[in-house]
Structures are given as structure tokens and as C-alpha cells.
């Protein structure tokens, strides 16, 4: 039997309902940030955006809560970028991923003569253990070890590989200081998981929350690699497709993959929002001709992923606020032009995100940039 083929409409529909973008969730702050799968978080602010868009009731201290009492951390994981998640599943996939994401590392290690890495593992621990650490020293520290090491993108290498974590304030609301590392295991108290052990736990997990998806679309969302043979051996469990390009597509039996004209509804997303980096293939959430304007971001950022907003369940434009201590200001960009029901929906969803991100009395305003695109684009 020929395998189904899924448009990209259905695919996209799948996946807001995994990422709870479909329709907000009466799921708990936790359970959420599991099915979520992890939710980047190298702005403080993201994942508390990113789960007042979600949650039917969602407040600010919901998530800080987590925080303090060590049920979530923050730290490298996926894509070597920073990420939250239950400290479970940082424990049990961090494993996984730390071979491939901790490369730079090694191949630092095999060009220096004389490197000891098992010394060197034993300095970094020692030296964090007398108290969290800066990356500004941990990268002197690593330089006056071996000269050259303190080069951030091995620095990075050597948090994935020791498995360092930011405990708070790090993370929480509003923080914008200089963020300090800790051994997740020391923070936690409890030990990482072996290797392998949770090899099937992280295939399932992805497909729950991102699925329907390709090998290729897994290793994007891990940065992991070599993972075919993993998903190879859960096959008979899996439900498999093909998307329109003809490419192979695994999912789990029982997730939802509503139909392609089930009405979605329009989001603001953070920067860096998942739902827009766990995938090879983006075309599912984003059209290409919008993914220069979304990945790359304002100067001097690097690498940035900007705030977007969803309209019809695709990326449309999009926002950021102006704050000063009288008005915070909404201002939305779209990429095209916008219907009016389309603007009336964001209009009435931007005043809520203004009441969820504005402290005190101060006035709150929205404004549409003016549309300043190809005029062959179709209004979305």
C-alpha cells in the first residue's frame, strides 16, 4: 500500500497541536514544557512568552517556581543553544547529545600535545565546585590551562561535555546579568543517565511534539547525528508518510494530525521559539522567501531567531516592544498584507500580550508597521 501523502497544510496543522499552538492548553506549566520537548531559552524572557501563548492560565511566577525548587534548568543542550527543560530530561538526554555536541572540544584536544583530558576534566569540575562560574571564567580559567582553549566556540564544547547548568537568577524573568555555570549533576543531585538509556525516550518524545517528522528533521531539532538506526528499530511501533517532496516521515500512532482546514489561531512567538528550528524541512511553519527576514536577525545579535507571529497557523511577520516607564508599545510588522479580520485577531491578541508583559499603570499602545513588500504576495 502506497504510503499517504500529507500537504503541508497537514502538516503544519500537526504540528500546532503538538506545540500547542492549535488552541491554548489547560495543561500544567510543567507537563507543558515537556510535550513542548525542551524550549530554547537564550533570552530569559522567551520561554515565559512562549508559554503565555500556549496555557490557558499561565503567570509569570508558574514558571519561576520551577526554577527555584530545581524541576527545570537551563543549560546547553540541543543544537548546543541554550535550553529549558525538566530536569529529568536533561538528565536523561543529555547524554545523547553531548558526542556530538562537545566535537570542538576534541578536536582541540587531538592538536594540542601534551593534552590530558581526564586533568583537565578534573580542574574545570574542581573549579566550579567552589562556586558557579562566569563563562568569563571558565574561558580564563581554560586559557590559562591550555592556551587557546578560551575560545568560545570550545568553551561552549566544554560546558555540553561537563554537562553545566545556569542556576538562578539565571533564566528567570526579566534577568539580563551575567549568568553563572554549575555541574547539573552537583545542582540536582542526581547522576545523568548511561549513554544509550534514553535513546528511545528522545525519538518519542520528538515525534510527540514535532512529528509527523523526518530522520533528517530529528537531527536538525538535536544536533545529534548518525540517528537512523534509532529510529529504524522503532519502526513496526511508527506510523510512517511521505510529505509532498517525497520524503519519508515517522509519527506515532496515536498523536493527533488534525485536518488541514481546522481554523488556527494567531499567535505572537518569541524569539527563538522551537517551533521554528525543529525541523530540516521548515516549510511546514515558515514559507522560504520569509526565512531571511525571521533567521539572522538585527545587528549586532548573531545567529538570531526574531519574534514572529502566526496568522492562518504560519509565520506572517514580525513584533517587538518599546518600553519605557510611562507606555510599553506593540509594534507589528507583517510580511505581507494583512485581511482585517487577520489584524483585528492580532489587535485583540496584542492588547493580551501587553497585559501579561507590561508592569504597573503605563499606557499600551499597538501600531501596524506599514507594508513595504512585493505587492504580488497574496494577503494573508
Same mark, same amino acid.
Given at each position: ?10 502538516? =503544519? ?11 491554548? +492548553? ?32 499561565? @503567570?509569570? #511566577? ?30 536523561? $538526554? ?9 566535537? =570542538? ?13 581526564? +586533568? ?9 565546585? &567552589? ?12 586559557? &590559562? ?20 547548568? @545556569? ?12 549568568? !553563572?555555570?554549575?555541574?547539573? !549533576? ?29 530522520? /533528517?528533521?530529528? @537531527? ?24 509532498? @517532496?517525497?520524503?519519508?516521515?515517522? #509519527? ?21 521559539? /522551537? ?19 525571521? $533567521? ?54 496584542? !492588547? ?8 504597573? /499603570? ?11 513588500? =512585493?505587492?504580488?504576495?497574496? /494577503?494573508?
Amino acid at each position: 500500500m502506497a504510503e499517504r501523502i500529507l500537504t503541508t497544510r497537514e502538516l =503544519n496543522r500537526a504540528t500546532l497541536a503538538r506545540q500547542l499552538l492549535l488552541e491554548r +492548553s489547560p495543561l500544567g506549566v510543567f507537563d507543558a514544557i515537556k510535550q513542548l520537548a525542551g524550549m530554547q531559552a537564550q533570552v530569559a524572557n522567551a520561554p515565559y512568552t512562549g508559554l503565555w501563548t500556549r496555557l490557558q492560565t499561565f @503567570q509569570r #511566577d508558574d514558571l519561576t517556581q520551577l526554577y527555584m525548587r530545581r524541576q527545570v534548568v537551563r543549560g546547553s543542550s540541543l543544537r548546543c543553544t541554550l535550553h529549558l527543560m525538566p530536569a529529568e530530561d536533561y538528565l536523561l $538526554f543529555h547524554p545523547l547529545i553531548q558526542p556530538a555536541l562537545s566535537r =570542538n572540544l576534541h578536536i582541540f584536544a587531538s592538536k594540542t600535545p601534551g593534552f590530558d583530558m581526564a +586533568s583537565f576534566e578534573a580542574e574545570i569540575r574542581a573549579y566550579v565546585k &567552589e562556586q558557579p562560574r562566569t563563562g568569563v571564567e571558565l574561558r580564563a580559567k581554560m586559557e &590559562e590551562l591550555y592556551p587557546g582553549m578560551g575560545r568560545p566556540q570550545i568553551a561552549d564544547s566544554v560546558r555540553i561535555h561537563l554537562a553545566l547548568i @545556569q542556576p538562578p537568577p539565571a533564566g528567570l524573568w526579566g534577568f539580563t546579568g551575567r549568568p !553563572t555555570h554549575t555541574e547539573a !549533576t552537583e545542582w540536582l543531585g542526581r547522576p545523568l543517565a548511561g549513554p544509550q538509556a534514553g535513546l528511545r525516550e528522545f525519538v518519542l518524545r520528538y515525534l510527540a511534539a514535532f512529528g509527523p517528522a523526518s530522520v /533528517n528533521d530529528l @537531527q536538525a531539532w538535536s544536533g545529534a547525528t548518525k540517528l537512523q538506526g534509532a529510529v529504524e528499530a522503532l519502526r513496526p511501533e511508527l506510523l510512517t508518510f511521505r510529505d509532498e @517532496q517525497g520524503k519519508e516521515l515517522f #509519527d506515532l500512532p496515536d498523536a493527533p494530525r488534525p485536518a488541514a482546514d481546522v481554523p488556527a489561531p494567531v499567535h505572537f512567538l518569541p524569539e527563538f521559539d /522551537n517551533v521554528l528550528l525543529a525541523h530540516a524541512d521548515r516549510k511546514r511553519i515558515i514559507a522560504d522567501a520569509y526565512r531571511p527576514l525571521v $533567521f539572522g536577525g538585527e545587528v549586532p545579535a548573531r545567529d538570531n531567531v526574531m519574534r514572529t507571529f502566526l496568522v492562518d497557523g504560519f509565520v506572517a511577520g514580525h513584533w517587538k516592544i518599546k518600553r519605557t516607564p510611562e507606555q510599553a508599545h506593540l509594534q507589528i510588522e507583517p510580511f505581507a498584507p494583512l485581511a482585517d479580520e487577520a489584524e483585528q485577531a492580532l489587535r485583540e491578541e496584542g !492588547t493580551r500580550l501587553l497585559q501579561f508583559v507590561a508592569d504597573g /499603570n503605563c499606557a499600551r499602545t499597538i501600531a501596524f508597521m506599514p507594508y513595504n513588500g =512585493n505587492p504580488n504576495r497574496q /494577503n494573508l
